[in-house]
């Protein structure tokens, strides 16, 4: 299980960790793959009942240790656990399943070697003569985790002597990276981002505060004389990382052989959706129909609409991609906003079909199904407000009146039912009410926009602070 931020407001945000999740998948190492977010969904709250093992590891998909991986994460998924994580990991039971917790993949003595690869990309003949090495990190005055990771592999690869020296340097702490025509002296730098994604600092702020125009950049009159900086693409959307990951899990199992059972409430849940697949259903706005051991999906608006005017796709991803934007291009946080794209037809085999309809609309097999047997527990809104921490603990703050407020617009534009607003649900799709969809805990769009309102930003140009 990769553990990713995520984000309510950018789409590209979790495109590192399903490319990770993608290239694992392929190796055919485990029984699944999956993915969960802070911002996005799976929640953190949902993705444990996604998976079907009993036997789970968890990666925090983050460069560093912090307030994420350290009190946010274990928080949200049940673990017991605050503050820093031992190199072994952490290891619950939660609801039947061994749940592993690792540090986050950033933090592996590994990536020393992705930098390095990641160098070499940028400057083939780098040598130990004539070539600096800056490794750039974020940086934060509020943890010092965030700078330790980087002297650390800052200092792994002065020890590698593949460089004729090594500099730490940071965006938002001293030594920034501002500074180093000062302090870097060799004619040739190389510049590797310690991030985890392409975004606005590895494409924006880092080439401005450089002075960078492109991939090479020279630099004719320097206090020690002509520099050429290389600048090098992100740690984190480097292949190897997956190797990273994989020997993080095997560290975080230990000795133990012996891998998990399939969970059965899962397994039941999922044997009684393919009972109402096998002869045809619709669930929200899609609407599902079986051909000799395949499936079509497409949106129910389109129900009798030639195949010829749809855009076929016939992979779980090909589904994940078109239910992550609406009509008008605009990211989708929460899939059952009734904002599903039109224009579509989905194909998929029966094995795909889980992963499919996990990627359309996470959770809601899983949770459909729990409310359909009576075993689904909502989370009362005090409950779920108390629990916040951080920028967060604001909404402890909020009115009932902020909250329905809130509600009225966010929740107004959901297919689901408030369980947790004390909402009622007779009964579910299972039932044959295709748009009858539990919420069992308000999400954590909801959450971010009772912030929000309760700051009286909510509506203002530019609000939705992503943290």
């Known amino acids: 299980m990769l553990i990713g931020h995520g984000s309510h407001l950018n789409g590209e945000s979790a495109g590192a960790v399903y490319r990770y999740a993608e290239l694992l998948r392929a190796r055919g190492l485990y029984d699944e793959v999956v993915e969960g977010y802070w911002k996005e969904e799976p929640s953190l709250r949902q993705v444990l009942k996604t998976t079907h093992s009993t036997d789970v590891t968890v ?8 307030y994420f991986t350290e009190t946010v994460i274990p928080r949200e998924l049940g673990l017991g656990h605050q503050g820093p994580v031992p190199e072994g990991g952490v290891a619950r039971v939660l609801g039947g399943k061994t749940v592993r917790y690792t540090l986050p993949y950033g933090v592996h003595p590994g990536m020393a070697e992705v930098i390095l690869a990641r160098a070499r990309e940028a400057l083939p003949d780098l040598n130990s003569q004539d070539t600096a090495l800056i490794v750039l990190g974020h940086g934060t005055t509020r943890n010092e985790n965030s700078s330790r990771v980087i002297y650390r592999n800052a200092e792994l690869m002065r020890e590698s002597g593949h460089f004729a020296e090594v500099q730490a340097l940071f965006l938002d702490e001293d030594p920034k990276v501002g500074t180093w025509p000062e302090v870097v002296r060799a004619p040739r730098v190389v510049v590797v981002p310690f991030f ?14 450089m002075g960078l125009t492109g991939e090479v950049t020279a630099f004719p009159g320097n206090p020690h004389g002509p520099q050429t900086v290389y600048y090098a693409r992100p740690v984190g959307t480097h292949s190897a990382v997956a190797d990273v990951i994989l020997h993080l899990a095997e560290e975080a199992r230990g000795a133990s052989e012996r891998g998990g059972d399939v969970d059965r409430t899962h397994a039941e849940a999922w044997a009684a959706f393919l009972t109402l697949a096998r002869r045809g259903t619709r669930v929200g706005e899609v609407l599902m129909t079986p ?20 855009t076929t796709v016939v992979t779980p991803e090909g589904l994940r991609d078109l239910a992550r934007r609406d009509e008008g291009g605009h990211h989708r946080p929460v899939h059952t906003f009734r904002s599903l794209l039109r224009g579509w037809r989905a194909v998929l085999h029966e094995a795909d079909l889980p992963r499919g309809m996990g990627y359309l609309y996470p959770a809601v097999v899983e949770e459909g199904y729990a409310h359909h047997t009576h075993t689904l527990r909502a989370t009362p809104w005090p409950t779920t407000a108390r629990r916040q921490t951080g920028i967060y603990t604001k909404v402890q703050r909020a009115t009932p009146e902020q909250v329905e407020n809130v509600a009225k617009d966010v929740c107004s534009r959901c297919l689901k039912t408030r369980l947790w607003a004390g909402e009622k649900l007779g009964s579910t799709f299972f039932g044959g009410v295709p748009g009858a969809i539990p919420c069992p805990e308000a999400c954590t769009f909801f959450i971010a926009e009772v912030r929000e309102e309760v700051s009286g930003k909510r509506g203002q140009a530019g609000h939705g602070h992503e943290d």
């Open 59 to 66: 990666i925090p998909m983050f460069i560093s240790e912090g």
């Open 196 to 209: 985890a994604s392409e975004g606005w600092h590895t494409l924006e702020t880092i080439p401005e505060d």
């Open 291 to 310: 051909h000799a051991g395949m499936f079509e999906i497409r949106h129910a608006l389109d129900e009798g609409r030639p195949t010829g005017d749809l």
